[in-house]
């Protein structure tokens, strides 16, 4: 997978949780994923598709994380993940993808992006319907970890 690819979507994420949620994310060193198993609690996942590209993005968040952004974007503060944390994950993932199409344009990587979809539990499961190598960029925070998945067929 083409690093220069995947920089802009770890830049994204870095900027939309900075600037909407005032949330510092430390970034890990990125592994090859090898199975479907999530690594936090609750995950948003959206689908990409270009004239030569097919990919998809997923973030998963642990709960204590996701319920901290929660309060820090809204002000609201729910005690478990309900369907506005889910919705909020849902557009943290939209926003993430967002910031990085308009940057990979810039390079004529384009790509239309779908609706996210969240799911959530502990030891769910990601599925990306896309035939490719799946990298997985930890990241810490003072509240709790994500994790940035990203696959894509080329």
């Known amino acids: 997978m083409n690093a220069e690819f995947i920089k802009p979507f770890i830049a994204s994420f870095i900027n939309v949780l900075l600037t909407m949620a005032q949330t510092e994310l430390k970034p890990g060193e990125a592994l090859e994923k090898v199975d479907s198993k ?6 948003g996942l959206i689908g990409m598709i270009g004239d030569d590209i097919k990919g998809s993005l ?6 204590s994380l996701a319920l901290d952004i929660m309060h820090k974007m809204l002000g609201e503060k729910p005690t ?5 944390v889910q919705d909020m994950v ?4 939209n926003m993430v993808c967002g910031g990085a199409k308009s940057t990979l344009a810039e390079t ?6 779908a609706t996210p979809i969240v799911v959530f539990g502990k030891n ?3 599925n990306h319907q896309v035939d490719g190598a799946k990298l997985v960029m930890p990241f810490t925070s003072e509240a709790g970890k994500a ?3 990203i696959c894509f067929n080329k």
């Open 58 to 63: 997923s973030i998963t968040f642990e709960e």
């Open 80 to 84: 478990s993940v309900d369907d506005d």
């Open 124 to 126: 769910h499961t990601i």
């Open 90 to 93: 849902g557009e943290v993932v």
């Open 38 to 43: 999530a690594c936090g609690d609750v995950s």
């Open 147 to 149: 994790y940035l998945e």
């Open 108 to 113: 004529s990587q384009e790509f239309g992006m």
